[in-house]
Structures are given as C-alpha cells and as structure tokens.
C-alpha cells in the first residue's frame, strides 16, 4: 500500500504546510493556520535570539573546552546530512575533541555507514557504533509499527518507530557522556525539531529520569528488559548527579540551508544517500514509519517540523511541500516492512 495523499484533498495552512487533519488545529479567514499566528511574534525577533545563542554557545565552549579527562563533546552521529553539519561545525569552528556516536539499528543505509567513515576521517574524530541484537530491534519496531505506545503529545512530532528509536540513542549518549565525565551533548536537530529555548539546556537529572522512566513503561516488559541496557542506570542520576551535560543542537541558532550545507559537506567526502526517503538521510525504516504514522493519523509525522521551517524562512513553502506530500517509494516501504515480517 502506498500511502501517497495529494496537498489538493487537503487544506493546508497558506502560510506554513501544516494540514487539516493535524490535531487542533484551526485556520483563520486567511487560512493561516493558528499556530503560524502563535509564533509570529516570535519569529520577528528570531535573528536576536539566534545572535544571543551564538554567543551563548561560544562562551560555553569557552569555558569546557579541554577542561574533560577526553572529550569536550559526544555527538548523536546518525551519519545524516544535520548531524554531518552538526559534526564539521564543531570541529572546525570550535576544535572540539569529540566523540561520534552511531546507533545501528540493523536499518542504517549503507551510504550513510560511507558517510560516517569519510566524515569522520576527513575531520579527525573519534567513532563508534552500537548494534544492538536484531531481535531486540526487530521486537521493538515492530511492536511500534503497529501501535502507538507513546503520549499524543510526543506522535505530535514523531512516529512511534522513530520515537523508540531516539529514546535508545539519547539515554545512549546521556549514559557514555556520564561515564566518560563529558561535558557537553550534541544533537543535529534541524531548525524545526526542537525551539531555539531548548538550543542550550543543562539537563536535569530528576527531569531525564522521569522522562526515561515514562518511555521505557510505555514498552511491555518483554521488551523493556531488553532495551534498558542502552538506558541511563537508575544509580547513575544520584551518584553521577554533579556530571549532568549540557545539551546543544546549534543548528537552531547558525545558519541553515540544505542545499548550501549539502555543498559543504560533499568537500569533506560526504554524499547524498539515494536510497532514502524525503526526509531522511541515512535511514531505510523511515518511509514505512511515516507510513505507519499517517495510516494511523492522518499526519505525517514530519509536518511539524517542516512546518516550523518553512515559518522560520529556512525553507520555501513548495519544497516542504514536496517533503512532505510528494510520492514515496512503495519499494522502501516493503523492504521494511519485509525485513520486520509484517
């Protein structure tokens, strides 16, 4: 089954991409969606912001660089374009020592496996990936391919497939960066996935606990037992309580354009997967977990943060538009759905 759906059998917000169909949302006589309207103010004074992180960053930077027994930085390194960009930023503008983790979840493109060695070798960081076992991967996917597990709120912003998969790699990277004392945590967050407010945070150790603690009950215990490995152990929040990272994903605040940064990145021996979706590059389970999602919900699980771009001027409207509402490769949704034997 494709799940093609054509922008013409949908209204959309005029000014951002955001559909009828996505939970609470309402248009007013310009069709203008209200959450285009909520973030107008905002966005006027978005340059400001950006200028103020910038240099919030730097003095971060400033003062842990070199302070670390190793690293200054473990960086979430999925080998895609954002978190590519997020890697050469990092190293070349601030000369952090920084460790590139990878998760393997057995649907890595091999392009992006590519892309993660000449990226790294190209720019002198240190690399490595965790793969955890197919059953336990194939358990969780396919559990979160044909339910949602998790909070409305949370499938607002991302499938369940995927949901479960960034819930492994960030416990991942918060547990090493406690265990090696590193200072800072990176993420290679588009413009649209996360607000600016969030761009710089000191995590909260009884805050990540909870969090952790509510997505790994929303798994049954079958699965639980198997995946909480690659989570924070429940010691660590009181013993390791003084070591808690700060968390930056800088793409929130320097400039993004796609096309630009894919030019940047092809000089240091990065390439363009074309075995992956519309909105990913580095993943072969994403399309089905669109599909899953829109199936399920009427939404692709991507709009909102195409949507917050397009607002934020970082992309034109019709190429969100394209994103998001444009044909998929049926064949990318069957070799997953394959491969999980669904």
């Known amino acids: 089954m494709n799940y093609n759906y054509k922008p013409k059998e949908l209204t959309l917000c005029t000014h951002c991409i955001l559909p009828e169909t996505f939970p609470g949302i309402s248009f007013d006589e310009q069709g203008v969606c209200k959450y285009c309207r909520q973030e107008e103010k905002k966005i006027i004074h978005l340059d400001e912001k950006k200028e103020e992180y910038r240099k919030k960053l730097d003095s971060l930077i400033d003062g842990t660089r070199n302070k670390a027994p190793v690293y200054d930085v473990i960086l979430a390194y999925s080998g ?8 050469k930023l990092l190293r070349e503008k601030y000369d952090l020592r920084i460790l590139a983790i990878t998760l393997d979840n057995h649907f890595v493109s091999p392009a992006a496996f590519k892309n993660i060695k000449n990226v790294t070798d190209h720019l002198g960081v240190d690399t490595y990936s965790v793969r955890p076992p197919w059953p336990v991967i194939s358990e969780m996917f396919t559990l979160t391919a044909k339910a949602d597990v998790f909070s409305k709120t949370t499938l607002l912003r991302a499938s369940s497939v995927c949901t479960a998969c960034i819930g492994i790699v960030k416990n991942l990277i918060l547990k090493t960066a406690l265990e090696m004392s590193v200072p800072l945590v990176a993420f290679g967050w588009s413009p649209g996935q996360a607000p600016i ?12 606990q909870q969090a952790q603690e509510a997505l790994l009950n929303s798994f049954p215990e079958s699965i639980r037992k198997k995946i909480i490995p690659y989570y924070v152990p429940k010691t ?4 390791y309580r003084e070591r808690f990272p700060q968390n930056i994903h800088p793409l929130a605040f320097f400039d993004y354009d796609e096309k630009n940064i894919i030019k940047e990145l092809g000089q240091i021996g990065w390439m363009e997967p074309k075995d992956t979706d519309t909105n990913s590059s580095n993943c072969l389970m ?25 607002r934020q001027g970082v992309m ?24 999980l034997g669904i």
């Open 80 to 87: 895609g374009k954002d978190s590519s960009y997020t890697l």
């Open 197 to 208: 407010q969030s761009a710089i945070m000191k995590t909260n150790p009884g805050m990540a």
């Open 236 to 239: 660590y929040f009181e013993i």
């Open 286 to 310: 994403n399309a089905f977990a669109n599909h899953c999602h829109i199936e399920r919900h009427g939404f692709h699980p991507y709009v909102w943060e195409i949507a917050n771009m397009v």
């Open 316 to 339: 034109e409207r019709e190429e969100g538009i394209h994103k998001i509402y444009s044909d998929q490769n049926i064949q990318m949704i069957n070799f997953a759905k394959e491969r």
